[in-house]
């Protein structure tokens, strides 16, 4: 019934490690996103995906790496992590990628990196 | 570029109390604005949206219209309960850019 799910839901892991993140809708949306929120809660948009194709990119460091093999999963891979990178990761989705559209949240992953 | 801005702090009211969080932005073209919610442990949830100007959102008491002469997106609800106590984000869409505001922690205490 989960309509979109993030695996794993905590992550705690040394400095310098390369990890994943796994996310998956099943609402039949074409778009994907993937946010960082930080320990004062501010949301900030890394990806996007719309069927598969990369859309939005912003500023953010090449050790992240999204990869989306298909219209409903899109995973995050983090190389060298770093300290600074520890927060908490949402998964959304959205019909498409028209300004309409609400998106769909997944629970979050909460990284932390010691 | 796209951007969103929320009244600063946290906001602790009374239960039954009147709320308003405000709201502005700044945009090319014309966005559509969204309220999220984000109770504590979980994922943001759609609260409301509008999609033009002059529009007003509304979903559980909580309403916003869409003002763009002043560019705002304010939200309100005339009587909260304990159960409002979230994180409130404003947002927009437009022209393939996302901007989220910086959140307002709500506490209703009873």
């Known amino acids: 019934d989960t309509a979109v799910s993030q695996t794993p839901k905590y992550l705690v892991t040394q400095m310098g490690n390369d990890k994943s993140i796994k996310c998956e809708q099943n609402l039949g949306h074409d778009t994907m996103y993937w946010y960082k929120q930080d320990s004062k809660k501010f949301l900030k948009i890394m990806f996007s995906y719309n069927n598969k194709e990369l859309i939005i990119n912003e500023t953010v460091p090449n050790r992240f790496s999204p990869k989306s093999p298909d219209k409903a999963h899109l995973n995050l891979h983090i190389n060298s992590l770093e300290l600074g990178d520890s927060a908490v990761y949402f998964c959304a989705s959205s019909q498409d990628s028209g300004i309409y559209n609400e998106q769909f949240f997944g629970p979050g992953t909460r990284l932390t990196v010691l | 570029g796209n951007s969103v801005t929320q009244m600063e702090g946290p906001v602790t009211l009374s239960e039954e109390a009147f709320l308003t969080i405000n709201c502005t932005y700044t945009a090319t073209g014309y966005p559509s604005l969204f309220w999220y919610v984000q109770y504590p442990g979980e994922g943001l949830q759609l609260l409301l949206k509008a999609t033009k100007a002059d529009d007003k959102g509304s979903n559980k008491g909580f309403e916003a219209t869409y003002r763009k002469e002043t560019t705002s997106f304010h939200l309100e609800k005339g009587s909260v309960q304990v159960s409002d106590s979230a994180v409130y984000f404003c947002?927009?869409?437009?022209?393939?850019?996302?901007?989220f505001g910086k959140g307002n922690q709500v506490v209703v205490i009873p």
């Open positions: 947002a927009l869409k437009g022209n393939n850019r996302l901007a």
